[in-house]
């Protein structure tokens, strides 16, 4: 359906690829050639993320307007939990397209969905938790009451969850295993490149304030730039820590390697792929 309205973008279509031989560009210039070779996989995923938060930003509202503690809790975990799979299935886009991996829409993202989807209820509900109560709290601040110590602490609490909830959302297409290893890696990856981690983070909160401050005109914007474009350049800022902590391209690499010799030979395995 999705190619019939947007022919154009051919979905279906495998990437061109990247000679391997070919040293990658660095910085912008990288952003800008992965975003340009894989932009329709990057919108159409951006684009259904950001519709499957709609219910989450519309029980924040309602928590917010009415002040109520059980509403906020209750919209942020069951908002978190449908909005989840889908930001899994956006980040695995992402990776694949640093990695060079042709894209191929209409499968991947739905291969993503179905391995990824259980796994990201948790970090779904959690992260949409955290950033639920600290704009709760921003709400219902006095205005010209609120001490400029505890406006930076929140702040500040906004920066280092945005960067530890990058390192998590990144793993997840990634790696099966549990929440809490998950959340460890993360813990560790964040304090192990504060520098990467903050980048990132400020480079998702500046976009989140651009679009708030010219709102409703930056929607316009954001039918096009929707939630690809920040997690593209956060993710470009933490790719090559994440992929040489966890030595990830040649195990992804060895881990297709295997299975094509195990489709030539008995058949298809099962197994984890970013």
Do not use: M
């Given at each position: 359906m999705t190619a019939a309205l947007f022919p154009f973008m051919r979905f279906d279509r495998p990437g061109p690829g990247v000679d391997p031989n070919e040293p990658r560009k660095q910085g912008f210039a990288r952003w800008a050639e992965v975003s340009g070779r894989d932009f329709g996989a990057f919108w159409i995923s951006g684009l259904i993320a950001l519709l499957a938060m709609v219910p989450y930003f519309l029980g924040l509202y309602f928590a917010i307007s009415s002040h109520l503690l059980l509403a906020l809790a209750a919209a942020c975990v069951l908002g978190g939990m449908l909005a989840g799979p889908f930001w899994s299935a956006l980040m695995d886009m992402l990776l694949r397209s640093l990695r060079d991996e042709p894209l191929m829409w209409s499968y991947n993202w739905r291969d993503a969905l179905r391995k990824n989807g259980?796994?990201?209820?948790?970090?779904?509900?959690?992260?949409?938790?955290?950033?639920?109560?600290?704009?709760?709290?921003?709400?219902?601040?006095?205005?010209?009451?609120?001490?400029?110590?505890?406006?930076?602490l929140l702040l500040a609490g906004m920066v280092l969850s945005t960067g530890f909830f990058l390192w998590v959302w990144a793993q997840i297409p990634l790696f099966g295993q549990p929440f809490r290893q998950t959340a460890k890696n993360a813990l560790l990856l964040t304090l192990s490149h504060p520098l990467h981690t903050l980048g990132a983070a400020l480079i998702c909160l500046a976009y989140l304030g651009l679009v708030l401050a010219f709102s409703p005109v930056s929607m316009l914007v954001v039918f096009v730039t929707n939630l690809w474009l920040p997690l593209s350049g956060a993710l470009m800022t933490i790719y090559t820590r994440l992929d040489k902590a966890f030595d990830l391209e040649n195990a992804i690499r060895a881990?297709?390697?295997?299975?094509?010799?195990?489709?030539?030979g008995d058949g298809p395995s099962d197994g984890q792929d970013g």
């Open positions: 259980r796994q990201s209820l948790l970090p779904g509900a959690l992260c949409a938790l955290v950033y639920g109560a600290q704009f709760f709290i921003l709400r219902h601040l006095a205005p010209g009451k609120t001490g400029v110590p505890l406006l930076v881990l297709h390697e295997r299975q094509a010799a195990e489709w030539s």
